[in-house]
């Protein structure tokens, strides 16, 4: 399905679907240009991929886990001063015998576990994959916006907001599980976009719809394959379930009454719900096949009952067990595996842990605490030409940038009152999404969370501010003076962005300098 283009009546509604296909010719440079635009964001993303040398933050746990995964199939302990081994070049000995207790599912693992495959254990192999799933985000975002808007320049211009924003610039180089979680939720979404478009040209062609619904089926696969990464994505997924009905109820003829009404949705929702909810449990459950073929040897350590986690019952004791317990059992002990893993996130013992990076996501949009995932202090001054009585400081610090997520902040607000006033399916996009991405992080009580946690906001953000941006362009008719504002906006951006590049790549400066990049004390 080609992408659609939206005439506009005033500046809120300039989205509103008329559906006018773009020129043909455009369609080939519909694609070259945002695959233009991903691959600046690969190359960029791959520039000394491998430093810092060291396991950064939650890498620790990760990388090893996805190393694990590779060599046994499942995730297992690490032996003592493992983390300096691995850096040292060592290859063996590095894992015990006994299953490790993963808090995260395997799926978003396994990703990273194929750029060790390709490239070793080094930080290049165990930071690969994040570098490609922020790629091809960029590129994701591009085409959705070009389907919201039918404009390449726009489209272009959302890919490259995420090129050189400092969030999805750090955490695509680093072994983190949310650029996966993110990819796999921005692809969902651009599926059911494309969903939508797709149900609507049949509509307007007088065809029939059938029972069998391609793009649906992609976000089902896209929504298990985000779920397997982490379940915070069940929200989201939930989010645009019920926006996906709603999408449909409104393109569809208006039904005679509510009673015929209940029937629409129920007709336009058993189905939905079986392409997104049900294949995306199974393509879930198929992530931890690995899992289910290696549950002797959690039932083994966990089954009996492991620490304040009860048995899971006497059929892990069986020796002689029919064909049927055999295809039961690994799933039962998978089911307590979750049981167990869902106490972790929600009891006492994440309650009462502190980390002195933690945030409130009340502060996310806006940037007010970072994270910081390496830190070097008191290098000496001559490394990097500092005053003889000062020093040099490195750090990598997930930190956007500010022109982006301010301006982007200001523009969710906008997109929210041109959703109310028009209806328009194009603004619940962002709206949906940043709502379901942010809001329910401020319901999960005293654990510590993280602004990295963001960069799943962060496309749905950028394209708030893109859609906004289209609709004033739109509003003032198209004037030539608009891509001279822009271009002033863009290199602002540009310069804020090369202007915090040290702190997003490990650069080595001068105290002094440093604090300069240091705006707030929050940043600290």
Not at 111 to 130: E, Q, S
Not at 250 to 261: D, E, H
Request: aromatic share 16%; net charge neutral.
């Amino acid at each position: 399905m080609r992408p659609t283009r939206w005439p506009t009546a005033d500046w809120a509604s300039n989205v509103v679907a008329v559906d006018i296909p773009i020129r043909t010719h455009s369609r080939l440079l519909g694609w070259l240009a945002p695959l233009a635009i991903a691959l600046l964001a690969l190359c960029l993303r791959l520039w000394h991929l491998g430093t810092p040398k060291v396991l950064a933050f939650d890498e620790t746990y990760y990388a090893k886990d996805s190393w694990s995964l590779l060599l046994f199939g499942y995730a297992r302990d690490a032996a003592e001063g493992a983390n300096e081994r691995i850096l040292a070049g060592e290859t063996t000995g590095i894992f015990t015998n006994e299953p490790t207790w993963v808090v995260h599912p395997d799926g978003g693992k396994w990703l990273i576990a194929g750029g060790i495959d390709l490239f070793g254990m080094t930080p290049f192999g165990w930071r690969f994959a994040a570098v490609v799933a922020g790629s091809l985000m960029v590129l994701v975002l591009a085409r959705l916006t070009l389907r919201l808007t039918g404009s390449i320049a726009f489209a272009c211009l959302a890919g490259l907001l995420l090129t050189i924003d400092g969030v999805h610039f750090v955490m695509s180089r680093l072994a983190l599980l949310d650029i996966f979680l993110a990819l796999w939720l921005l692809c969902m979404v651009a599926c059911l976009a494309a969903d939508r478009d797709w149900l609507k040209s049949r509509l307007d062609q007088g065809l029939p719809v059938g029972w069998f619904r391609g793009w649906q089926a992609a976000a089902g696969v896209c929504a298990g394959l985000a779920v397997s990464t982490k379940w915070s994505a069940l929200w989201v997924i939930a989010a645009f379930g019920i926006t996906l009905v709603l999408w449909e109820f409104a393109v569809r003829a208006r039904p005679a009454n509510w009673q015929a009404g209940a029937i629409q949705i129920m007709r336009i929702g058993l189905p939905a719900f079986g392409w997104l909810v049900v294949l995306g449990f199974f393509v879930y459950l198929a992530t931890w096949s690995s899992w289910l073929a290696h549950h002797e040897v959690f039932e083994t350590r966990f089954g009996h009952g492991y620490g304040d986690v009860p048995p899971w019952g006497d059929y892990i004791n069986r020796t002689d067990g029919t064909w049927w317990n055999s295809l039961t059992d690994p799933l039962r002990s998978l089911w307590h595996f979750h049981v167990m893993t869902f106490g972790f996130h929600t009891g006492d013992y994440m309650a009462g842990v502190d980390h002195p990076y933690q945030s409130n996501p009340a502060g996310w949009l806006l940037q007010i605490r970072p994270t910081s995932v390496h830190t070097v202090t008191d290098v000496a001054a001559s490394k990097c030409g500092a005053p003889s009585d000062s020093s040099c400081i490195s750090e990598v610090l997930i930190l956007g940038n500010p022109l982006v997520w301010w301006t982007s902040t200001v523009a969710l607000a906008a997109a929210v009152v041109a959703w109310i006033t028009t209806r328009s399916w194009v603004w619940s996009v962002p709206v949906v999404g940043v709502a379901a991405t942010w809001i329910p992080w401020f319901f999960v009580g005293s654990r510590p969370i993280f602004t990295f946690y963001s960069v799943a906001i962060l496309p749905f953000l950028m394209l708030g501010l893109v859609l906004l941006l289209n609709a004033l362009y739109q509003r003032f008719a198209r004037p030539r003076w608009f891509w001279w504002v822009l271009a002033a906006f863009m290199a602002a951006v540009s310069v804020m962005s090369w202007w915090l590049w040290p702190l997003w790549t490990d650069g080595l400066l001068p105290y002094d300098a440093w604090q300069a990049r240091m705006w707030f004390n929050s940043w600290i």
